[in-house]
């Protein structure tokens, strides 16, 4: 009776996934079908911290960094050496990469607040370097023109609703791939790393270099991200990656349900709509985080995700036993 | 060949050899110069009032702590300076005191981490767990083997503690050790489910070296031929059932002078 109604929840979310994601942006106007894009992009963002602040128990508030230095990348290399899709994606990644396995030896020794200002510490550093570093980066007039790829098709991509159905084929490509990475031998360390890392020692595990490969798979779908945002926004400034661009993400997770990978896809697409939507009307959309985050904690502290969990759950509970009673009258 | 003579030594070798071991906790030496020798697959309880030093003790074993002073020796080869992991790889598992499990997964996925600890298949990323079926097939032995089966998918804070300790005993046993260091397993059991305990370890293959501290006097008499007693950090005394129960500094430390 349980399984059967989860799974009925299960499937009619997916049926309106398939609805919303897949059948539907064709009617919609080209402001939905940007916005939708844009969600999707942030959802992979706010997913990859996930396999560090739900996963791990790590909480980062430098990840945009990731995000930002792939976002450069791809901004460098295709306006000023026009190169290619394939080699700018390959080289956002990168970069990403070879960039958290260097901070992932200053970061992966520490837990829990030492972890967050470290990573703090260092998404600043990516920020200042974006910020100051003019020659390379524009400092904060950031680098415009990024022209949107030519990936091989027919299509054009300036057009929103082809980028947006390109977007979406790798979306999926990065969701299955953390769906996977989650359910793993090596996910399944992550968890027990943020269970008790000393019980992981004894049993014999290298916890530190758990969290070492785990901070470096989540800068390299950071960095997945990132190409598709410099490509979306055909433009990249320092502010993509500050201290709000990070602390964004992280409410991304806590508001849609870290340890899940679809509550922070949620978590993405409700901050984006929110900050899209509040904003035409006032300037205080860091007041509307801000209380977002503290309605958040105080009222579903496990997420959203979590919370409708928890609510079906007990509706289903109060169904079955109406229906026993029911029964026996 | 050579496998075979080193194979020869290390049969001869004892299990675990202590020498002068200590460690100091700022002015205090809560382990001091303790030497102890455990020969393969001997049962030993270790004994001891409280703060003798007896947890320390197995820090130092599984290389939680670095021991200030003395170098410890595993099947004869220098183990010292090794970190905890690597210890475990060479066939070390303990339980803790105070129930130290995944709480908020199940007892499956507990049993699982124990599974995949010492396999390289533990960096696997692009493939489920649940396809490993190496490790499913392990997991489900152990649970059968812990009566665990009925509980496998109910979290371990939900259980009792009863069940928790038992899991704390089948995740260190899962890994097939060598060197089994069971710290207090009887902690807060009842005296029915300590009875269930004691049966438990009793059954556990002979091969295995173990060492119990244990405080329940009826517990450890039964369960070894051969005690320790530590004493403010020191090696007091060691001996048979008879010698320790007929001790006169034992019986002074453990029921006051007379």
């Not at chain 1, 992280?250 to 929110?274: D, K, Q, R, S």
């Not at chain 2, 060492?211 to 007693?229: K, N, P, S, W, Y």
Request: hydrophobic share 45%.
């Amino acid at each position: 009776m349980k399984d059967r109604l989860t799974s009925t929840t299960k499937i009619i979310g997916l049926i309106l996934a398939v609805l919303v994601l897949l059948v539907m942006p064709p009617f919609y106007t080209s402001y939905w079908v940007t916005l939708l894009t844009q969600m999707l992009i942030f959802a992979v963002l706010a997913m990859s911290l996930d396999i560090l602040v739900g996963y791990t128990g790590l909480s980062s508030f430098g990840h945009a960094g990731f995000f930002g230095v792939a976002g450069y990348a791809v901004a460098i290399l295709s306006t000023r050496y026009k190169m290619g899709f394939l080699f700018c994606f390959i080289s956002g990644i990168s970069l990403s990469v070879l960039i958290s396995m260097i901070f992932g030896f200053l970061v992966a020794h520490a837990t829990g607040v030492y972890f967050l200002i470290i990573t703090l510490a260092l998404g600043m550093v990516l920020w200042g370097l974006g910020f100051r570093w003019v020659t390379m980066t524009g400092g904060d007039n950031g680098i415009s023109g990024i022209a949107r790829p030519d990936i091989g098709l027919p299509i054009a991509l300036t057009d929103p609703l082809t980028f947006y159905y390109v977007v979406l084929v790798f979306f999926l490509v990065a969701l299955v791939m953390m769906a996977i990475l989650v359910r793993s031998p090596f996910g399944h360390s992550l968890k027990g790393v943020r269970e008790s890392e000393s019980r992981m020692r004894v049993l014999g595990y290298h916890s530190w270099l758990h969290k070492y490969l785990a901070y470096v798979v989540s800068a390299a779908f950071a960095g997945f991200a990132g190409v598709f945002w410099a490509y979306f926004n055909g433009f990249i400034s320092p502010f993509d990656m500050d201290l709000n661009a990070s602390i964004e993400i992280v409410l991304m997770v806590i508001l849609g349900g870290p340890g899940t990978l679809i509550g922070p896809a949620l978590g993405a697409g409700i901050i984006i709509f929110l900050k899209n939507f509040i904003s035409a009307y006032t300037q205080r959309w860091l007041l509307i985080l801000g209380s977002i985050y503290i309605l958040t904690i105080l009222y579903a502290p496990q997420g959203l995700i979590n919370f409708l969990k928890d609510w079906l759950k007990g509706r289903q509970n109060k169904a079955c036993g109406k229906k026993s009673s029911d029964g026996k009258g | 060949m050579g496998s075979t003579g080193e194979r020869e030594t290390k049969r001869s070798d004892p299990c675990l050899v202590l020498k002068d071991l200590s460690i100091d906790f700022g002015g205090l030496r809560a382990v001091d110069g303790v030497n102890l020798t455990i020969e393969q697959g001997e049962r030993r309880v270790l004994m001891g009032p409280n703060g003798a030093g007896k947890t320390t003790l197995f820090n130092l074993i599984s290389g939680i702590y670095p021991p200030s002073r003395g170098r410890i020796f595993y099947f004869g080869k220098e183990i010292s300076r090794y970190p905890t992991y690597r210890r475990a790889a060479l066939g070390m598992a303990r339980t803790y005191q105070v129930t130290n499990l995944f709480r908020c997964l199940t007892v499956a996925e507990n049993i699982l981490m124990a599974c995949q600890a010492l396999d390289r298949t533990k960096f696997v990323m692009f493939r489920t767990l649940s396809s490993c079926h190496g490790h499913m097939d392990r997991c489900n032995d152990v649970l059968k083997e812990f009566d665990l089966a009925e509980k496998r998918n109910e979290l371990v804070k939900n259980l009792s503690h009863g069940d928790q300790r038992r899991i704390e005993v089948a995740m260190a046993l899962t890994g097939k050790p060598r060197l089994l260091l069971l710290d207090e397993p009887a902690a807060g059991l009842s005296s029915s489910e300590t009875q269930d305990l004691t049966v438990l370890l009793k059954k556990i293959d002979p091969a295995i070296t173990i060492i119990l501290i244990e405080h329940d006097m009826d517990v450890a008499f039964e369960f070894a031929e051969r005690i320790t007693i530590l004493y403010q950090g020191q090696f007091l005394t060691e001996g048979t059932k008879e010698e320790i129960r007929n001790n006169a500094t034992v019986q002074e430390i453990y029921l006051g002078a007379e």
